[in-house]
């Protein structure tokens, strides 16, 4: 007997509360299950402790549309399957014809074992059991075991990425598999090639797993991806979930042809560079980097040199935007120009935030590649993100023996927290539906929409029910709570006050700025805050506020040999804290004012923080520093979206400067229009008498260039 069952939507895309239950009945009674919906040919053995199964997907049927079209013939011979595949192409002429890209050579057909079936035939459960029987004979015994001890720091790395929710937070530890939400990314042109056929180069939104093919896979397929997110937006946390698919089997999701999916992972700013500055081989690379593994170039390029038709490898390269040297980030593109095409099998995943790629810089991908843009969360998916969040809190708390004081459901906290950030519309809500309410509201659904500040969100409200008012309270609660808060609900005494120990890091975290680090060495840190400490009022040493920051709050967090913030925006946040306690002198705010158009380092995330803090004396002396006689048009257009959103992140906003630039006879027309753009954002009416005169004045000016004179005046 064979037992089939065939289905549309994918089995991880069934509501939690059913997916487990429906899995286990189709792992005991299914020999076949036909997945429809995923536009492409794969084939997968599932096996479990309830049975298993054969998962077969092809491509779509029928003869319009822009999904590929492919079907399979599957022969049954009582324990295994036999597949024919079959595609459809439109030229020259209309007809179905053998699949000739998916089985090797001479019949391209390939027969799979159906679990369960022949018991001496059982698909084993390892994840990496199918890369390693491509490379058990001989010597290549040594090549696969050097990529296991590989894979298996992977796994190690990874864990100590996503498990804490806050730094190294020990008391609330969740997967990333039980709160990972599927998310938007919308892919762009990049460089593709005009014998492309079928891309119509139009933005397509499509969900994480689904891009992968569509890139890899597609019409349009390439084998570099550049993948551009904001701060806190994930991308990360993708390439993580994407390492883990492939590392626990799971890779049809994102490879279906491939049998096997190998992955290797390198942060960008880690990579080693030869003595003309320019990375070494991606071999050597791992080599180094991982150097505890022991290791050797030979076994390493043997991962891929050796590969067969329907292995893969997947190289995810993180952060772009770390790099700090300019010309390293422009010889690390010319070295993904290079590696990224060398072999048919390698595919690579480059994460930047948009201040690191900059094509007018020179930081640009000169060969064919495909780029994609990570969306924030839609509301559907920050309200499915935060019922998995405090479900998987309950569900640690309860395994743990933890006393559970409050007894609210999952559930309700869930809709709690949802509801502070959408009140009904109704207006049933906490607070009345006021135009102050509402920006209020606005501004949190903002920060809502970006993973890693939604993830504070829940944290804090599973443990202290804190709603935020902003993205700044929102930081300064979740430091303050990381330095001290959960010791003091314990009370356990530390004997230095969280304001002493924020001011600390914050003078560490701007020097790191102007210095342009991302991580220094313990004694450079300790050097860094040695200078604040000394005035502080407190008999706990520098050696052991530096532990207390490392084993305890997990502010900091060891990094190779030295030690860095444990995420970059709270560098960013701390900094803009000492650029706020400094900020009593007009020298001063020229310095901070001389990084607005910074390309060797980026300070946006740290502007929007200032801006955030500062009063309205220091909001005018910024805006009377920043638009003097040497500012140009193009620095202002160029960061004219920066400067609207620092003046609406400011609580205090003054036109005073702003009104006397429009009298000053130094500034051209063109920067004063910048002027008349920021009062317009500021829109208070103590202006208007200044823009009006101004508008006179300029209205009888004989001026050398008509269209930007008309330009201000209908501004």
Same mark, same amino acid.
């Given at each position: ?404 004081? %409050? ?16 009140? %009904? ?189 500062? %009063? ?7 805006? %009377? ?91």
């Amino acid at each position: 007997d064979l037992t089939i069952a065939l289905f549309h939507d994918q089995l991880d895309w069934w509501s939690p509360i059913e997916q487990s239950d429906i899995e286990a009945k189709i792992e005991a009674s299914v020999d076949l299950l036909l997945q429809g919906h995923y536009h492409q040919t794969s084939t997968k053995s599932i096996v479990s402790a309830n049975g298993g199964y054969l998962k077969l997907a092809a491509g779509a049927a029928y003869q319009t549309g822009s999904w590929s079209k492919a079907a399979m013939y599957v022969t049954f011979d009582g324990s295994g399957v036999t597949i024919f595949p079959i595609r459809y192409e439109d030229r020259p002429k209309e007809r179905w014809t053998l699949d000739t890209s998916l089985y090797p050579s001479p019949d391209y057909t390939e027969r799979f074992e159906i679990p369960g079936k022949d018991a001496s035939c059982q698909v084993g459960s390892s994840p990496s059991s199918a890369c390693n029987t491509a490379m058990c004979d001989g010597s290549a015994l040594r090549v696969k075991k050097s990529y296991e001890r590989y894979g298996e720091a992977l796994i190690n790395l990874f864990s100590q990425f996503a498990p804490p929710e806050v730094g190294d937070y020990p008391d609330i530890e969740i997967p990333l598999a039980e709160v990972f939400v599927d998310l938007d990314i919308s892919e762009q042109n990049g460089k593709v090639d005009d014998r492309d056929k079928g891309y119509d180069g139009k933005t397509k939104t499509l969900k994480q797993d689904a891009l992968l093919q569509e890139i890899f896979h597609g019409n349009a397929r390439t084998r570099v991806l550049l993948l551009i997110g904001d701060p806190g937006s994930g991308k990360t946390t993708l390439l993580q979930h994407y390492a883990m698919l492939c590392l626990e089997g799971s890779h049809g999701r994102l490879f279906p042809e491939a049998d096997c999916v190998r992955v290797v992972f390198i942060e960008l700013r880690n990579l080693i560079y030869d003595d003309r500055n320019r990375p070494v081989p991606l071999a050597e690379q791992i080599v180094g980097i991982y150097s505890a593994l022991g290791l050797s170039a030979d076994e390493v390029g043997l991962w891929w040199r050796e590969m067969g038709k329907t292995e893969s490898v997947l190289v995810l390269l993180d952060g772009l935007d770390e790099v700090t040297e300019l010309e390293k980030r422009q010889a690390i593109c010319r070295w993904i120009d290079d590696e990224g095409h060398a072999y048919c099998h390698r595919f690579f995943i480059v994460t930047t935030r948009r201040t690191g790629y900059v094509t007018s810089d020179g930081v640009v991908l000169q060969r064919k590649h495909r780029e994609a843009i990570l969306n924030d969360l839609d509301v559907g998916q920050q309200r499915d993100f935060m019922l998995k969040w405090f479900r998987a809190a309950a569900k640690f708390t309860k395994e743990r023996g933890f006393t559970i004081h %409050d007894n609210t459901s999952p559930e309700d906290k869930a809709k709690e927290l949802y509801n502070y950030l959408y009140p %009904d519309e109704d207006g049933r809500g906490e607070e009345k539906n006021t135009e102050e309410a509402g920006k209020k509201k606005k501004g949190l659904q903002e920060i809502a929409c970006i993973p890693l500040l939604l993830k504070m969100m829940a944290l804090l409200y599973q443990l202290r029910r804190f709603k935020p008012d902003s993205r700044i309270d929102l930081y300064k609660v979740v430091i303050d709570y990381l330095l001290h808060g959960r010791d003091n609900a314990r009370q356990i005494p530390y004997g230095i006050a969280p304001e002493q120990s924020a001011r600390v890091l914050a003078l560490l975290a701007y020097t790191m700025h102007i210095e342009m680090r991302l991580d220094h060495s313990e004694g450079r840190m300790k050097e860094i805050m040695e200078s604040r400490f000394q005035s502080l009022n407190t008999k706990v040493g520098l050696d052991t506020f530096f532990d207390f920051m490392v084993n305890r709050s997990g502010m900091l967090k060891p990094y190779a040999n030295a030690y860095r913030f444990w995420h970059k925006t709270f560098q960013e946040y701390l900094a803009s804290r000492e650029m706020v306690r400094c900020s009593r002198s007009d020298d001063f705010i020229r310095s901070i004012v001389q990084h607005y158009d910074d390309r060797k380092w980026e300070w946006d995330e740290t502007l929007k923080f200032y801006f955030a803090q500062i %009063d309205a004396d220091v909001f005018d002396s910024f805006m %009377d520093q920043l638009f003097n006689p040497e500012i140009t048009t193009e620095v202002l257009s160029r960061k004219l979206q920066l400067m609207k959103t620092l003046i609406r992140e400011s609580p205090e906003c003054s036109t005073g400067a702003l009104c006397r630039k429009l009298k000053e006879p130094q500034l051209s027309l063109g920067v004063q229009w910048y002027v008349l753009d920021c009062l317009e954002v500021i829109n208070k009416p103590a202006a208007l008498d200044a823009v009006r005169d101004f508008y006179n004045r300029v209205k009888e000016l004989s001026a050398d260039d008509e269209v930007v004179r008309q330009r201000v005046l209908d501004k």
